[in-house]
């Protein structure tokens, strides 16, 4: 079995429990090395997880000869510029999603994956979760019939970083490295998840609005879109929505049921039929990037194919650019 020597570029929150402790969960696989530009946070990650090396110099990493794989978790801006540097390196990179800022620079990555010869994967770890693959096994048994339309509907409070100032604000709200505000953050698992189920997304439309004045960015964003097949759906998305709308919900209508579940809060999966209304409770693993990491170091070492690649994830960043009118 060949084994992965994981090298980060990265190590901030989504490092700590998402996926970071995951990698070692698996046979064949360990974390080497780390690197922040913050000497302060590659030290302190490498010490408090037991990692051999830390850098402050992503080439550095990426040039170690102990390591034959990376993993991206940066802002999106960075994800091309790394994930290209690490393929002509050689390597297999492993990206956060989305997979870029852009729908262009996830066509720059998945020329030169191409052109290498080298694996670029992405983390829609939610595919991989038990709780979506019920969600997605209850669709495709037919269980609420012939699929004839899908909602999207997220809404929730500003967060208490939301209000500073904007040269304060968190990185997720500075479009030239997030590619758009919250949006662009937590849509991608929603998108994703809905064309991992009906399949690629080939129209798409949408108004876009800042209505809290909190930041620049759009913080209101309402869609529709048609899978290929003829499947249309619609999303609405908020994020400066007072308490009471607080709201993590996709409906999929059929015509004999339907379906709904939530992608962030984890609420039951319910399922409304004629026999009446079913509460699905499904668990997920403690770090829940483990199914996903896994699957990528077995397809890796050879001895299993993860379907997350680049070019399975790009439709997402073109559906995103699509609804923010970037395309």
């Known amino acids: 079995m060949k084994n992965v020597s994981w ?32 000497e302060d ?57 989305p997979l870029a800022a852009t729908y262009d620079d996830c066509v720059r990555i998945n020329r030169v994956s191409e052109q ?32 004839l339309s899908v909602q999207l509907n997220f809404s929730c409070p500003p967060r208490d970083l939301d209000y500073q100032l904007s040269s304060n604000l968190p990185w997720r709200l500075q479009t030239n490295i997030s590619g758009g505000g919250y949006f662009y ?13 009906f399949g690629i997304i080939m129209r798409a439309h949408g108004y876009c609005t800042n209505r809290g004045g909190l930041y620049a960015p759009e ?15 619609s999303g609405s998305w908020c994020f400066v929505a007072h308490d009471s709308a607080r709201k993590d919900r996709i409906e999929v209508v059929g015509d004999l049921g339907m379906l709904s579940f939530s992608v962030y809060e984890q609420n039951p999966i319910e399922l409304h039929t004629s026999e ?8 997920n693993p403690t770090y829940v990037q483990l199914p996903i990491i896994r699957s990528v170091i077995e397809d890796i070492q050879g001895i299993g194919v993860c379907k997350c690649t680049s070019v399975s994830a790009t ?11 970037k395309l």
Not at 221 to 231: D, I, R
Not at 276 to 283: E, P, Y
Not at 315 to 325: A, E, K, S
Request: glycine residues 8%; neutral net charge; aromatic residues 10%.
């Open 7 to 38: 090298g980060f570029i990265g190590c901030g929150e989504v490092t700590e429990k998402k996926s970071g402790p995951a990698f070692n969960e698996v046979p064949g696989s360990h974390v080497e090395a780390v690197m922040s530009r913050s």
């Open 41 to 97: 946070k590659a030290r302190g990650y490498a010490e408090r997880h037991h990692i051999r090396k830390w850098y402050t110099d992503a080439q550095e990493l990426i040039d170690d000869p102990d390591i034959n794989a990376i993993y991206i978790a940066t802002p999106p801006a960075s994800h091309a510029t790394y994930a290209i540097m690490s393929m002509r390196a050689g390597k297999p990179v492993f990206v956060e999603k």
């Open 116 to 147: 290498t010869g080298v694996p670029c994967f992405v983390a829609y770890y939610r595919r991989y979760l038990p709780y979506f693959k019920t969600v997605k096994d209850l669709v495709r048994q037919g269980t609420i019939g012939k699929v």
């Open 185 to 197: 953050d937590l849509a991608p698992h929603q998108l994703d998840l809905m064309q991992d189920m």
């Open 219 to 233: 913080d209101t964003v309402n869609a529709v879109f048609e899978f290929e097949g003829g499947l249309s759906g």
């Open 276 to 283: 009446g209304k079913k509460i699905i409770s499904v668990n």
């Open 315 to 325: 439709p997402t960043n073109w559906v995103m650019d699509r609804i923010l009118g």
